[in-house]
C-alpha cells in the first residue's frame, strides 16, 4: 500500500506563492510518474503537472499553469513539489498528488489552497 501526505496548502493573496509538497510512503524514484492535480468547487478535476520517473524528470504542465507552476522531486525525500507563484483566485482548489506505481494510481488526501485578498 502507498501512501502519500500532501503538505503545503494555505490561505494566500492574490500574486502570492507557495510550495505544495507530497511525501510517499515509497521510494519514488522506481515510480512511474508523479502529478498533481486540482479541483475547484463545482468543477471537474484538473491534472495540472505531471513528472516522470528516473534521472529524467520529464515534465509536463496543462496549460492553465504553463510558466506559472514548477513541479519537481527530491527523490532522496520521497517527495514532489509543486511551486506555485504569481496565484490568482482561480487557482483557489484542493490539491492532490498522485502517484503511478506499478499498475496503480495513488492519491494522497489533498491539501486546500485558497487565493483570496
Known amino acids: 500500500q502507498v501512501q502519500l501526505v500532501e503538505s503545503g496548502g494555505d490561505l494566500v493573496q492574490p500574486g502570492g506563492s507557495l510550495r505544495l509538497s507530497c511525501t510517499a510512503s515509497?521510494?519514488?524514484?522506481?515510480?512511474?510518474?508523479m502529478a498533481w492535480h486540482r479541483q475547484a468547487p463545482g468543477k471537474e478535476r484538473e491534472s495540472v503537472a505531471y513528472i516522470s520517473s528516473g534521472s529524467s524528470c520529464s515534465t509536463y504542465y496543462a496549460d492553465s499553469v504553463k510558466g506559472q507552476f514548477t513541479i519537481s522531486r527530491d527523490n532522496a525525500a520521497n517527495t514532489v513539489y509543486l511551486q506555485m507563484n504569481s496565484l490568482k483566485p482561480e487557482d483557489t482548489a484542493v490539491y492532490y498528488c498522485?502517484?503511478?506505481?506499478?499498475?496503480?494510481?495513488?492519491w494522497g488526501q489533498g491539501t486546500q489552497v485558497t487565493v483570496a485578498s
Open positions: 498522485s502517484i503511478q506505481w506499478g499498475p496503480q494510481s495513488y
Open positions: 515509497v521510494n519514488i524514484f522506481s515510480a512511474n510518474i
